[in-house]
Structure formats: structure tokens, C-alpha cells
């Protein structure tokens, strides 16, 4: 493409039968800097989801970016990857990003109904927002899990972050 390389590839099961897809797209360095990796895509079907897949894969890919000189790893969420991008330690690429989540936050608040400890912690990840230096910035993974505990399958952070779209 003319945004670089693209690369296709097929996830099979231990049995050889395809259980999702993933596009990854190789983009050329920038002047003076090193390559980007673009992760445009991962599909996994509802049985492939859950197993750690996505985490190990992620661990192995990045030891080989690494070794063949990738800079970086960029990429837009969607779905349950908003979750999981966040969840493995992606960032937000810009202040946008970490805005548009925090607003979300914040009109989830807005709207009651959440106790007040986990209000209270949202409140702060959304103060931090706004902070002009990216260091003071929450990271997608201090947003998705807000107001987890122990042995929960849903909270409010994973609840809000879900289904949103974010560059990382």
C-alpha cells in the first residue's frame, strides 16, 4: 500500500483450523527515525477469544520487532481491542485520545449511579488529563481498570472502555 507493507496472516487453532485474521502494516521510516508497525487489524472468533492468544502473541511480536529494528507499534482500537490494546499497555498516542476517553468517563459519572470511591478515583484519572505534560497523562490501562476487584467479570472502567475507538 502506499502506506507501506501490509501483511496478512491467518491464526490457526492447535488443530490447524483458521480462527481469526490479523493485518499488520509496516510503515517506512520517517527521516531519522526507525520504522512504525502498524497492528491495523486482529480477528479472533468467539472460540479463539479468552486463552491468552492475543498477549503472547503480542510479547513474541514485539521481541521480533525489536530484533529487525521497529521503532515503535501504533494502532486504533475498536470493540473489545479498546479493552485489550488497553489492558496489555498501550498508550494514547495523543492528547486527543486521552481526552476523548476522559470525556467519556466524565459523562458516565455525570450520569450517577456509580459509587462514590470509584467516582471519586475517576475523577482523578480525568484531572490528569488534562495536564499539558503526557507524563501526568492515565494510561488506557488506569481507565479500563477503574473500579476492578478481585474476581469481578465487569466493572466500570472495562464497561466504559469497550467498544471505543483510540489511537495508541
Do not use: C
Amino acid at each position: 500500500t502506499k502506506d507501506g507493507i501490509e501483511i496478512s496472516v491467518n491464526v490457526r487453532n492447535a488443530e490447524g483450523r483458521v480462527v481469526g485474521n490479523a493485518v499488520r502494516t509496516l510503515a517506512p521510516p520517517k527521516a531519522g527515525e526507525k520504522p512504525q508497525m502498524y497492528h491495523t487489524s486482529l480477528f479472533l472468533g468467539k472460540q479463539a477469544q479468552g486463552g491468552g492468544f492475543s498477549s503472547r502473541w503480542l510479547r513474541q511480536s514485539e521481541d521480533n520487532y525489536r530484533g529487525a529494528g521497529i521503532g515503535s507499534i501504533g494502532l486504533t482500537t475498536n470493540d473489545v481491542g479498546s479493552y485489550a490494546w488497553a489492558k496489555a499497555g498501550f498508550d494514547f498516542a495523543d492528547k486527543d485520545q486521552v481526552k476523548q476517553i476522559s470525556d467519556r468517563f466524565q459523562r458516565a459519572i455525570d450520569k450517577g449511579g456509580v459509587p462514590k470511591k470509584i467516582a471519586d478515583s475517576g475523577k482523578k484519572l480525568i484531572k490528569r488529563a488534562q495536564s499539558p505534560n503526557r507524563a501526568d497523562w492515565p494510561t488506557p490501562m488506569e481507565f479500563a481498570m477503574l473500579g476492578w476487584e478481585p474476581g469481578a467479570k465487569s466493572w466500570f472502567g472495562k464497561d466504559q472502555i469497550l467498544g471505543t475507538a483510540w489511537k495508541g
